[in-house]
T-cell receptor
Framework: DGGITQSPKYLFRKEGQNVTLSCEQN?????MYWYRQDPGQGLRLIYY???????QKGDIAEGYSVSREKKESFPLTVTSAQKNPTAFYLC?????????????FGPGTRLTVL | AQRVTQPEKLLSVFKGAPVELKCNYS??????LFWYVQYSRQRLQLLLR??SRESIKGFTADLNKGETSFHLKKPFAQEEDSAMYYC??????????????FGQGTELSVKP
């Protein structure tokens, strides 16, 4: 089964804890993205990576960290410094190069801070 | 500033009625515009893009550079069109990391 997978589907965290969200793709895409989806605010870019071992901050990177050690994987860590982490997190990927900027999305992880 | 605005949070229409979801953008370069759709319990997926000028599921959208708009239209709404719709913008080409800027989203509800 090809595509983008995210795990877990639901995640609960206590205040003060770090938590890591998984994103894996087998589409051979170079670029990967993390978005946060909140009601009434659309999707906001957290971090993105165009190639292995390289990543850039998006619009709301504070309190988050990422790594890109493998092409297939782009995990997101929500740290205790993130003031309002409860949200729906979406991972996306895109082939690098060419003119088409369409992104393909995973099913999402809903994070709730208790 | 680069921005996408969807003025309606919720749009409610009856089955068979025309529907128009508004999208306005602000972008200094050459934009690439998209409409993404998220049906209940499904992942976000591309509906259509301005470059291909295609009609998907009866929906069309025309890029109006003069009015900086990319409104989504369908002449006869169906109940299965009920979903959250997002307008998104990217810089044409690959020189900005392929980042997408999303609007706030419009929830379309089609009543029987």
């Amino acid at each position: 089964d090809g595509g983008i997978t995210q795990s877990p589907k639901y995640l609960f965290r206590k205040e003060g804890q770090n938590v890591t969200l998984s994103c894996e793709q087998n589409l051979n895409h170079d670029a990967m993205y993390w978005y946060r989806q909140d009601p009434g605010q659309g999707l906001r870019l957290i971090y993105y990576s165009q190639i292995v071992n390289d990543f850039q901050k998006g619009d709301i990177a504070e309190g988050y960290s990422v790594s890109r050690e493998k092409k297939e994987s782009f995990p997101l860590t929500v740290t205790s410094a993130q003031k309002n982490p409860t949200a729906f997190y979406l991972c996306a990927s895109r082939p690098r190069g060419g003119w088409d900027n369409e992104q393909f999305f995973g099913p999402g992880t809903r994070l709730t801070v208790l | 500033a680069q921005r996408v605005t969807q003025p309606e949070k919720l749009l409610s229409v009856f089955k068979g009625a025309p529907v128009e979801l508004k999208c306005n953008y602000s972008y200094s370069g050459s934009p690439e515009l998209f409409w993404y759709v998220q049906y209940s319990r499904q992942r976000l997926q591309l509906l259509l893009r301005h470059i291909s000028r295609e009609s998907i599921k009866g929906f069309t959208a025309d890029l109006n550079k003069g009015e900086t708009s990319f409104h989504l239209k369908k002449p006869f709404a169906q109940e299965e069109d009920s979903a959250m719709y997002y307008c998104a913008l990217s810089g044409l080409g690959n020189n900005q990391g392929g980042k997408l800027i999303f609007g706030q989203g419009t929830e379309l509800s089609v009543k029987p």
